[in-house]
């Protein structure tokens, strides 16, 4: 890989419509991403870290600065070498402490560059074992009952196979009650918390028990995994952690506590698509099974979700849903439902889609050229 250096490009992407969980209001999609520029090549990584440090601890500014200040000399050092690949990175990288959404966006960018250099998809490179992923679809709180069952509804429409309802105190048991009162007990339906709730909700979360729901994500904080495998004890719904799973090694406590029946696997949130891949093997060699989820994602970060998604231990429907779910105009060709509401892996070179230029200008808050020498 011959790297001549990386752009960090801030972009400004609107939604179609507020997305609200317990953690916060978005309204439009502040995204950082890589270009790992090549001879000729290039490759992207898209950093999924929000505006605010709310979903976890990292933000924007402070992604931007850990790889312009502590991510880049590390690249520097290993082309310097003549050593710079993938793997070598992703070791490098582990003394500097946390910030797996910064490095998973320099990695990803250098994969993406590596891969369209030897002319081998994302999805092959990951061990993808299916042409296309069955997509889910994660809905925000809303302001009322109706507006849900109409949101609901709407994504049914569309051909999505799972809906996910974002939760928090105040807005549960009602909502999930009138999601399965109105379409049915066939429905596939989840509900995600993002940590709103305490050990001391356990009761009231029980109340979810009657509805069948697939799981019950990150209903407690971060790092309590104790009181997940409490919790696990107490509810009949399966209990899956998302914030809590930083790293393979997490993966694998959680699951020896009997914190966690089901995985939510975030590339971004483990530090890239290497250890996201070490996620979905150590729930494998455990029965336990993953999906994947997601950040909002342009069509460049989508792209490698997808990919991944389609490994064999992904056995449920992932937060993969078509680009409009989120925005009138992606910056890559837009991410489509077919027929089985299914998306379908890129088949091209790495990540398989482009970044529209003319768009990405018109769209772009702040370049920054980090060159390797
Ligand atoms: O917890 O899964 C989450 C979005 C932003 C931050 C955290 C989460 C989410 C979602 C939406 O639920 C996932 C998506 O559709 O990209
Ligand atoms: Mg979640």
Same mark, same amino acid.
């Given at each position: 890989?011959?790297?001549?250096?990386?752009?960090?490009?801030?972009?400004?992407?609107?939604?179609?419509?507020?997305?609200?969980?317990?953690?916060?209001?978005?309204?439009?999609?502040?995204?950082?991403?890589?270009?790992?520029?090549?001879?000729?090549?290039?490759?992207?990584?898209?950093?999924?870290?929000?505006?605010?440090?709310?979903?976890?601890?990292?933000?924007?500014?402070?992604?931007?600065?850990?790889?312009?200040?502590?991510?880049?000399?590390?690249?520097?050092?290993?082309?310097?070498?003549?050593?710079?690949?993938?793997?070598?990175?992703?070791?490098?990288?582990?003394?500097?402490?946390?910030?797996?959404?910064?490095?998973?966006?320099?990695?990803?960018?250098?994969?993406?560059?590596? +891969?369209? #250099? *030897?002319? !081998? /998809?994302?999805?092959?490179?990951?061990? $993808?074992?299916?042409?296309?992923?069955?997509?889910? %679809?994660?809905?925000?709180?809303?302001?009322?009952?109706?507006?849900?069952?109409?949101?609901?509804?709407?994504?049914?429409?569309?051909?999505?196979?799972r809906?996910?309802?974002?939760?928090?105190?105040?807005?549960?048991?009602?909502?999930?009650?009138?999601?399965?009162?109105?379409?049915?007990?066939?429905?596939l339906l989840q509900?995600?918390?993002?940590?709103?709730?305490?050990?001391?909700?356990?009761?009231?979360?029980?109340?979810?028990?009657?509805?069948d729901l697939l799981l019950?994500?990150?209903?407690?904080?971060?790092?309590?995994?104790?009181?997940?495998?409490?919790?696990?004890?107490?509810?009949?719904?399966p209990?899956? +952690?998302? #914030? *809590?799973? !930083? /790293?393979?090694?997490?993966?694998?406590? $959680?699951?020896?506590?009997?914190?966690?029946?089901v %995985?939510?696997?975030?590339?971004?949130?483990?530090?890239?698509?290497?250890?996201?891949?070490?996620?979905?093997?150590?729930?494998?060699?455990?029965?336990?099974?993953?999906?994947?989820?997601?950040?909002?994602?342009?069509?460049?970060?989508?792209?490698?979700?997808?990919?991944?998604?389609?490994?064999?231990?992904?056995?449920l429907?992932?937060?993969?849903?078509?680009?409009?779910?989120?925005?009138?105009?992606?910056?890559?060709?837009?991410?489509?439902?077919?027929?089985?509401?299914?998306?379908?892996?890129?088949?091209?070179?790495?990540?398989?889609?482009?970044?529209?230029?003319?768009?990405?200008?018109?769209?772009?808050?702040?370049?920054?050229?980090?060159?390797? /020498?």
């Amino acid at each position: 890989m011959n790297l001549r250096g990386l752009e960090l490009r801030r972009i400004a992407l609107p939604l179609v419509s507020p997305f609200r969980t317990s953690f916060g209001t978005e309204t439009a999609r502040d995204v950082l991403l890589v270009r790992a520029a090549g001879d000729g090549a290039e490759g992207w990584g898209e950093c999924v870290a929000m505006s605010e440090p709310l979903y976890s601890s990292e933000h924007v500014d402070g992604a931007a600065e850990v790889i312009r200040r502590f991510l880049l000399p590390e690249v520097v050092a290993l082309a310097k070498a003549g050593e710079l690949t993938v793997p070598r990175l992703e070791s490098s990288l582990e003394r500097i402490k946390g910030h797996p959404m910064a490095k998973a966006a320099v990695l990803t960018a250098l994969l993406d560059l590596s +891969l369209r #250099e *030897s002319g !081998t /998809s994302f999805g092959t490179y990951l061990g $993808a074992v299916r042409p296309t992923v069955p997509a889910g %679809v994660s809905v925000g709180i809303m302001s009322s009952i109706p507006e849900l069952l109409d949101a609901v509804d709407g994504y049914r429409a569309q051909g999505y196979v799972r809906i996910k309802l974002k939760i928090e105190p105040g807005w549960d048991v009602d909502a999930v009650r009138a999601v399965r009162e109105r379409f049915g007990d066939d429905l596939l339906l989840q509900v995600d918390a993002n940590t709103a709730y305490t050990l001391a909700d356990a009761r009231h979360l029980a109340r979810l028990d009657p509805f069948d729901l697939l799981l019950i994500e990150q209903p407690l904080p971060e790092d309590d995994l104790r009181g997940h495998a409490a919790l696990a004890r107490l509810i009949r719904t399966p209990v899956c +952690l998302d #914030e *809590s799973i !930083t /790293s393979a090694r997490a993966a694998a406590d $959680a699951i020896a506590l009997g914190a966690t029946s089901v %995985v939510n696997v975030k590339p971004g949130r483990v530090g890239g698509y290497l250890e996201a891949r070490r996620v979905h093997d150590v729930c494998a060699a455990n029965g336990v099974p993953v999906w994947c989820g997601g950040m909002l994602e342009t069509g460049l970060g989508r792209a490698a979700n997808v990919a991944l998604a389609a490994l064999p231990n992904f056995t449920l429907p992932g937060d993969t849903s078509a680009s409009d779910r989120y925005f009138a105009r992606d910056i890559t060709e837009p991410f489509v439902l077919d027929d089985a509401g299914h998306v379908a892996l890129p088949t091209g070179p790495g990540l398989g889609v482009t970044p529209d230029l003319d768009y990405l200008t018109e769209i772009t808050t702040a370049t920054e050229w980090l060159p390797l /020498s």
